[in-house]
DNA sequence: TTTTATTGTATACAATATAATACAATTAAG
DNA sequence: CTTAATTGTATTATATTGTATACAATAAAA
């Protein structure tokens, strides 16, 4: 029985080009939403049903799906979301270490003052939501946003796409571990006083250190259960 | 009357998939090559004829590397090569800086030794290679693809191939400046050696310094000639 | 202004990809 | 071993794309 896999809304439909990149593009979102978790299955019947499409497209999608590393076609059992095994996601945590620390310094060096305000003012509403992970972990996502918009890098843009959809395989936030989110406002905090300060060695220390530290959370909560 | 872009070999003849996917491949080469430089108008006959094919797949051609960002489409006056603006040029070395100190750092965490005494060697003939800058660009190439290697991170080469087709934009060697070669090669060498220590933040500040230093050779070539 | 070079647009036909369907092969469960 | 569920394969018709060609529109040069 298929569980409930859809999206309240405009469903369904996608006919942008075709429905080979329809099927496509829903089911990165469906991953990148966790509505598949990593190791699960994913039957070409269930998605053709749901999109109401033939097996055939699907197919498509799933060899797309797979040049893009988020599942994994075996031979006679199909589709996996692909799941990062530690290593992996040692590598990850240490680019987006890099990442965010560059963003942070950039920032530093160029944002403007309306950006840093929008900053402090996503933080008030971070400490307002305490509670629901789901709005935090929200904010926070418009936080990184914000911080890559104001480092005014297109190239540090570009590099930081290059990770997105692996960086979707664990996107299950580490917002659900008790003080998480509390701890993570904090070191968000002293980054964007190091912004306003204008120090961007600073800035992309605290950074780094915020990243180490959801490494850390995140390993904890895929490895040591 | 077409100048010489054609190679010398087993040219003309593309067929993995499309004709229009050939000629984008066949165009993206000469401009990496240099054989077309920023700036210069690129004639869809002129390709036509040079690659044995209607305009038609050259203006498919033209629209892929409009969004590779590689050519500027204007109309009425077609395709231009890209240049670069002076912030583009200095965003561009920023993220290098970045990256190339990353792998530098990350290389003098993993090395093997068998890397390490390829890079050695690699400068040894660069020394050798005196006088000759389109061997010693070469040697050069080399090096740094050898360094990203040694840094074991499969997310750190995404991230830098999403910004080689905007390098490939300015590809015209600094190693013609008179006296950069032998300069670069010291600065190589204190980056190897600092690898070889295993000194990661050492790797990474010289390599931070050699992108500096790069830098400015550029911008000297480019922008106050 | 007239001419020429060059790009944009339209058309026609062939080639290929897409999508649905039916059926065979394989695995896993009973 | 048999059966049920699921994926791989093959076959079709249809839609789309690729390609070449001819012609109109535009801009730059004479």
Redesign the pocket.
């Known amino acids: 029985m298929p569980k409930n896999k859809e999206k309240p809304a405009e469903n369904k439909l996608n006919f942008e080009?075709?429905?080979?990149?329809?099927?496509h593009s829903q089911l990165k979102d469906a991953i990148r939403e966790g509505r598949y978790s990593p190791g699960e299955?994913?039957?070409?019947?269930?998605v053709?049903v749901w999109l109401?499409?033939?097996?055939?497209?699907?197919?498509?999608a799933?060899r797309r799906l797979q040049s893009d590393g988020l599942i994994i076609?075996?031979?006679?059992?199909?589709?996996q979301v692909a799941e990062l095994d530690r290593n992996q996601v040692v590598e990850l945590y240490a680019m987006r270490r890099v990442l965010e620390g560059t963003a942070a310094g950039f920032a530093a060096l160029h944002a403007t003052d309306a950006e840093i305000d929008y900053l402090f003012e996503l933080l008030r509403q971070d400490e307002i939501a305490k509670g629901d992970p789901a709005v935090q972990a929200n904010l926070n996502r418009l936080f990184h946003e914000t911080l890559y918009a104001a480092a005014r890098n297109r190239y540090l843009l570009k590099a930081s796409n290059a990770l997105a959809d692996s960086l979707a395989l664990l996107r299950s936030t580490t917002y659900e571990i008790p003080g998480r989110p509390d701890t993570a406002r904090q070191e968000h905090l002293l980054i964007v006083n190091a912004i306003k300060e204008g120090n961007s060695d600073k800035a992309d220390l605290f950074a780094r250190a915020h990243i180490e530290k959801a490494t850390q959370a995140r390993l904890a909560l895929l490895f040591e259960e």
């Open positions: 080009t075709s429905l080979g990149e329809g099927v299955r994913i039957r070409e019947a269930e053709a109401n499409v033939s097996r055939t497209p699907v197919r498509e799933f076609l075996t031979p006679w059992r199909g589709a």
